[in-house]
Every structure is written in C-alpha cells, then in structure tokens.
C-alpha cells in the first residue's frame, strides 16, 4: 500500500484551499431555476463560503448546522442570481 495514502487529510477545508490557492480565477457556471446562467469564480464561491462559516462559528453552531448551510448555499446562489 506504499504510495496510496496521502500525507494529509482529504477534508472539505483542504479542497477548498486548494482550489483557492490554484483556480481562484476560473469561472463556475451554474445554471438557474428560470435557465438563466450564474457565473462567479472560485475566489468569489470560497470567500462567500468562509463568510458563512466565521459567522456560524460567531453563533456557536455545530455541525448538523454547518451541513444545512452548506445546501443552503446553493439556493442562497440561486436565488441571488435571479435578483440581480
């Protein structure tokens, strides 16, 4: 098994960082609920993202709510691009 294990842990954190680190100006083009298409970068997504979790931190919420914000975000984006 020498080789297949990695050196640190496959968390959400460390894709997150990663795709900052190294796609934080590529696009994410989703589509929206009327077929509009939503477009914003990684950069954009991460920083929305930490935002969210410094401020449920703030709050004092555990994990079951930090897996509700998580889909939440999506509708959040969603919604938000029909808006503007």
Known sequence: MLGLMMDTPLTLTVIMRHGDRNHARREIVSVTHDHALHRYTF???F???RRLA???DRL???P???AYA???IRACSRSRSSTS
Do not use: W
């Open 60 to 62: 004092g919420a555990g």
């Open 70 to 72: 998580t889909r939440s």
């Open 64 to 66: 079951a709510a930090v």
């Open 43 to 45: 950069a954009d997504c």
């Open 47 to 49: 920083a929305r993202t």
């Open 54 to 56: 410094n401020a449920l």
